[in-house]
């Protein structure tokens, strides 16, 4: 593989991973809002459920191994390549 090959798989992989940290923060800030809603609202179910639910997805997205070995493999069946 030629130097300029190597370099441009680099930088598609750092792109994939600056995508990955946008979505966590995306998913944090969104959680925080709904909970200030929630709370404010007094609804106390709601934000409880949706603590559970993003704990839930946090340990199988972040956590589970097998789970994302899982889901990238799924991914990769569906995913165009253009390189």
């Known amino acids: 593989m030629t130097m300029g090959g190597s ?8 792109a994939e991973a600056w995508q990955w940290l946008a979505f966590l923060f995306a998913g ?11 709370l404010l609202s007094r609804k106390w179910l709601h934000a409880v459920l949706r603590i559970v639910l993003f704990v839930g ?6 956590l589970n191994r097998r789970f994302r070995e899982w889901l990238r493999t799924q991914l990769e069946r569906v995913r165009v390549d253009d390189r």
């Open 7 to 14: 370099a441009r798989l680099t930088t598609g992989l750092g």
């Open 57 to 62: 997805l946090f340990y199988l997205f972040v």
């Open 28 to 38: 944090a800030v969104a959680l925080a809002s709904d909970l200030l809603d929630d």
